[in-house]
Structure formats: structure tokens, C-alpha cells
């Protein structure tokens, strides 16, 4: 999930293909990394230009959504 977090901004579009497993690991009590999940998925919804589920999932992504980022996303 880091990895894939450090590149959605460029690669996006083909993590985008593995997003319902991303959904489900964002959703997944027991995955350890489970805001940095919804934070990847609300990322690649951001950029497929599908704001209400790119929200839901920062909202749900807790301390790893940054509102104090100056991007586009954010």
C-alpha cells in the first residue's frame, strides 16, 4: 500500500483496475493498513473524477488525509 501511495498520482489509472480491493481493505477492521487504503482509493477516485466516493474515502482515511496539503486533490 505504500508503494502504491507514493505513485497514484502517476499511475492511477492502472491502480484503478484493483480499486474494489482497495475499497475492501480500506473497509477491512483487521488490515493494519486500513486509512492508508482509503487514502489510495480516495486518491484514484479523485483523479476518475468521482468526488463523492474520493470524499468518502478521506474522510475515512483519518490522519492520513492532510488537510493542510496546497494540492489539487486536497
Known amino acids: 500500500m505504500k508503494k502504491l501511495d507514493r ?8 491502480i484503478s483496475d484493483s480499486l474494489p480491493k482497495i475499497e475492501s481493505l480500506a473497509e ?10 482509503a487514502s489510495v482509493g480516495s486518491k484514484v477516485f479523485f ?11 478521506a474522510l475515512e482515511a483519518g490522519d492520513k488525509f492532510d ?8
Not at 477491512?28 to 487504503?37: G, I, N, Q, T, V
Request: charged share 35%.
Open 7 to 14: 505513485i497514484v498520482d502517476y499511475q492511477w489509472h492502472e
Open 47 to 57: 483523479h476518475l473524477e468521482e468526488y463523492d466516493d474520493a470524499l468518502r474515502l
Open 28 to 37: 477491512e477492521d483487521s488490515f493494519p493498513e486500513k486509512s492508508l487504503a
Open 67 to 74: 488537510i493542510m496539503n496546497e494540492n489539487k486533490y486536497v
